[in-house]
Structures are given as structure tokens and as C-alpha cells.
């Protein structure tokens, strides 16, 4: 933005302010949240399947397993996709690539956008899921990474509890998430739409999503796969 532009818009948030006491402040005044929080009462196993419904409708691969046979289904899903390279963000548990014979690049602050283009995929965790939209929240937690992580490389890999990080609406995933840190929403692989509606994935990020929802008390060695590619 040029300074011309940032001036022009600057001195409109003045004009529109210029009518507002300069003791105000933005909690002087509550906004009214009356509006529903969720549309209909579902049960927790109701919300993870209209999770997985919802990310499948989204062009997401969704797969479910228990906790102990996560490794086995991360080394499937990235030995599938013929990876060769794996991102790796900070804190990611490194037990889920224990079984994957691949080379393990962690982040850093060092890693540029060329050295990640590089990279095969991604294997992350997320901050929580939205069963109403069928959306992942990263907040750059541990073993989430930086924005970058999950927006270069061609392949995201995500891991989400079924136990605590699924919730049903958009205004309750905001009362859980913290404002000031970086969210990322993503609601399947990126993709795009020219005017005459031709769909093309992976302009503005990874062109294939696999989420993997991780059970507790899925019995040992069962695994689901809500959609195959």
C-alpha cells in the first residue's frame, strides 16, 4: 500500500471518529451476542461425523482411527502420496512419525518459502475443528508451525482429538481461540474458481488435505476411511 493510499484511508477512520469522546472506549459499549450458537443439540459422536461429512464435501480425505494406530496410518498416508521430505513444526509428538521412512525437516524461523516448496508435506496438529463448517483452526501452537508451514508444501497432513478439539459452531470455536494469535481457517485443499467456474486446487496452498480424526476408545488396529482418493 502506498502512503498516498494510507493516508487517504487513515484520514477516513478520522472523519468517522470524529464524533466519538475521547474517554471511549470500544467495552463502553457491549455488542449484543443474542444470536444462536449452534444450529441444533448434537451428541459428540454426531458433531465428528458431521465434521467428517462436511471436510468430504470440502474435498478433504478424511480418515479415522484410534490413537495407538495413528503412526501406522501417518507412514500410509504420506507413503501414498510418495513423500519423500516432511515438514515437522515444533512440539509436533514424535511418535506420529515413528513408522514414516521419511526425512524429517523441522521448522524454523530459518526455513524460507523456497526451501518449503521443496518439501514434500506437512504433518501438523490444529488448535480445533468446526463440525458446522467442516473447518481446522491452526493457531501456531505446538506441532502446528507457522502459517507458512501449512500454506507451501503440497500436502497437509492434519491430526484432530476427537476427545477435546471438535466444536459444533463458528461462535463457539471463537470463545475458545485467542484473537492476537495467528489463525489459520481451512476448510479443505485451497482452491479457486475462474469466471466460468472452472475449480483449480492449490493456488494459495496445499493442494490435498488429509485429516485424520483420532479416537480414544476406537478399539486397537480399526481404522475408517471416510473417503479415498
Given at each position: 500500500?502506498?502512503?498516498?493510499?494510507?493516508?487517504?484511508?487513515?484520514?477516513?477512520?478520522?472523519?468517522?471518529?470524529?464524533?466519538?469522546p475521547?474517554?471511549?472506549?470500544?467495552?463502553?459499549?457491549?455488542?449484543?451476542?443474542?444470536y444462536?450458537?449452534?444450529?441444533?443439540?448434537?451428541?459428540?459422536?454426531?458433531s465428528?461425523?458431521?465434521?467428517?461429512?462436511?471436510?468430504?464435501?470440502?474435498?478433504?480425505?478424511?480418515?479415522?482411527?484410534?490413537?495407538?494406530?495413528?503412526?501406522?496410518?501417518?507412514?500410509?498416508?504420506?507413503?501414498?502420496?510418495?513423500?519423500?521430505?516432511?515438514?515437522?513444526?515444533?512440539?509436533?509428538?514424535?511418535?506420529?512419525l515413528?513408522?514414516a521412512?521419511?526425512?524429517q525437516?523441522?521448522d524454523?524461523?530459518?526455513?524460507?518459502?523456497?526451501?518449503?516448496?521443496?518439501?514434500?508435506?506437512?504433518?501438523?496438529?490444529?488448535?480445533?475443528?468446526?463440525?458446522?463448517?467442516g473447518?481446522?483452526?491452526?493457531?501456531?501452537?505446538?506441532g502446528?508451525?507457522r502459517?507458512r508451514?501449512?500454506?507451501?508444501?503440497?500436502?497437509?497432513?492434519?491430526?484432530?482429538?476427537?476427545a477435546?478439539?471438535?466444536?459444533?459452531?463458528?461462535?463457539?470455536?471463537?470463545?475458545?481461540?485467542?484473537?492476537?494469535?495467528?489463525l489459520?481457517?481451512i476448510?479443505?485443499?485451497?482452491?479457486?474458481s475462474?469466471?466460468?467456474?472452472?475449480?483449480?486446487?492449490?493456488?494459495?496452498?496445499?493442494?490435498?488435505?488429509?485429516?485424520?480424526?483420532?479416537?480414544?476408545?476406537?478399539?486397537?488396529?480399526?481404522?475408517?476411511?471416510?473417503?479415498?482418493?
Amino acid at each position: 500500500m502506498s502512503g498516498t493510499s494510507r493516508d487517504r484511508i487513515l484520514a477516513r477512520v478520522r472523519r468517522a471518529l470524529a464524533d466519538v469522546p475521547a474517554h471511549e472506549r470500544p467495552q463502553d459499549h457491549p455488542v449484543p451476542r443474542d444470536y444462536l450458537r449452534t444450529h441444533g443439540t448434537r451428541t459428540p459422536a454426531e458433531s465428528v461425523d458431521l465434521l467428517a461429512e462436511n471436510l468430504t464435501d470440502y474435498r478433504a480425505v478424511v480418515h479415522r482411527v484410534d490413537a495407538a494406530g495413528l503412526p501406522a496410518l501417518l507412514a500410509e498416508l504420506l507413503g501414498r502420496h510418495g513423500t519423500r521430505r516432511v515438514a515437522v513444526p515444533a512440539g509436533l509428538p514424535a511418535e506420529w512419525l515413528a513408522q514414516a521412512a521419511v526425512e524429517q525437516v523441522p521448522d524454523s524461523a530459518g526455513l524460507t518459502a523456497r526451501e518449503l516448496d521443496a518439501v514434500d508435506s506437512v504433518v501438523t496438529g490444529c488448535a480445533l475443528a468446526i463440525a458446522e463448517t467442516g473447518t481446522v483452526v491452526l493457531d501456531a501452537g505446538p506441532g502446528q508451525g507457522r502459517r507458512r508451514l501449512t500454506l507451501v508444501p503440497d500436502h497437509h497432513v492434519c491430526v484432530v482429538r476427537t476427545a477435546d478439539q471438535i466444536v459444533d459452531s463458528v461462535p463457539q470455536a471463537l470463545g475458545r481461540l485467542t484473537p492476537a494469535r495467528p489463525l489459520t481457517w481451512i476448510s479443505g485443499p485451497s482452491a479457486t474458481s475462474d469466471i466460468e467456474l472452472d475449480r483449480v486446487e492449490g493456488v494459495h496452498g496445499p493442494r490435498a488435505l488429509d485429516v485424520v480424526l483420532v479416537h480414544e476408545d476406537r478399539p486397537r488396529g480399526e481404522q475408517h476411511a471416510v473417503n479415498k482418493p
